[in-house]
């Protein structure tokens, strides 16, 4: 696929064929640099590369949330392009995937100004709205920030905006980070991603399919809270070494014996 040769704006439908060739560039690198660091830890990290392939993920991770939002953006069956507009028109990664959610939900009640709440979009709407926004604040707000830190090589300490000191708070999330927690990161943000894709595209799969997707959402937190680093990474080890003995338990072959000339 190729968009060169011309000055006139691209078509949505253009534009979202970009977003998806680059979404599945980024999997692919994601794929890549996730084998890298398992080999790392299986290795117990012999050339000290494992910090840096974390972060280089965590890059990932963030480029690939806002590459899925402007995926979102350019549904066929989505956003006008005065809507479009509307929600990019906000300063930040963050502010746009919430006015995404509220511009999806006053569409889907034929209200585009609408103040929503209970009283507009109905008790378990409401909820639901309250549900993707605290979502979006307390987990997805945290990925893009680290993002944007190392997309300025602040790899190690992060820098206030005006470069005047160190950000406490976000060295420490910053170097706390590990492949096990960024795999759950993103398979949250891959499920958030499905829940707000059907409500922009689908109310009524929006519907039906919200608790299933909340579920799968939730789970994967759980799971970021609660399962142990130090374990997954002597689970890797133990594994590389069951390898290693069985390549050594192998029987050399003998040589087969002369043929029968006579």
């Known amino acids: 696929m190729f968009f060169g040769g011309r000055n006139l704006p691209y078509k949505p439908s253009e534009l979202y064929k970009a977003h998806v060739a680059n979404l599945r560039e980024l999997d692919i690198a994601i794929t890549v640099v996730r084998r890298q660091a398992r080999a790392a830890i299986a290795h117990k990290d012999p050339e000290r590369s494992l910090n840096s392939l974390v972060r280089l993920l965590a890059f990932l991770t963030g480029a690939w949330a806002e590459t899925r939002l402007n ?5 066929e069956f989505g956003f006008s392009p005065a809507e479009r ?11 746009r995937w919430k006015k995404a959610v509220d511009v999806a939900f ?16 109905g008790v378990a709407g409401s909820a639901r709205r309250d549900v ?3 979502i979006i604040e307390s987990d997805l707000r945290i990925i893009i920030e680290i993002r944007n830190k190392l997309a300025h090589g602040q790899w190690h300490f992060p820098l206030s905006n ?3 000191k160190i950000e406490s708070k976000k060295y420490t ?11 759950f990161k993103q398979d949250m943000i891959r499920h958030l991603s499905s829940l707000i894709h059907d409500l922009i595209v689908s109310p009524a799969a929006f519907e039906r399919d919200f608790e299933s997707h909340y579920i799968k959402l939730e789970n994967a937190k759980r ?15 133990r594994s590389r070494e069951r390898f290693r003995s069985k390549l050594t338990q192998i029987p050399e072959c003998e040589p087969p014996p002369p043929l029968d000339r006579a």
């Open 173 to 183: 999330l910053i170097n706390k980070e590990n492949l096990m927690s960024l795999q």
């Open 132 to 134: 993707i926004h605290e």
């Open 106 to 121: 006053r569409k889907n009640i034929g209200k585009p100004k609408a103040k929503l709440g209970r009283s507009t979009l």
């Open 85 to 95: 507009d509307k929600i990019l028109e906000e300063d930040t990664q963050i502010e």
């Open 162 to 164: 005006d470069g005047a």
């Open 71 to 75: 995926k979102l953006l350019h549904e």
């Open 223 to 237: 799971s970021l809270l609660n399962e142990s680093y130090s374990r997954y990474e002597a689970r890797l080890q």
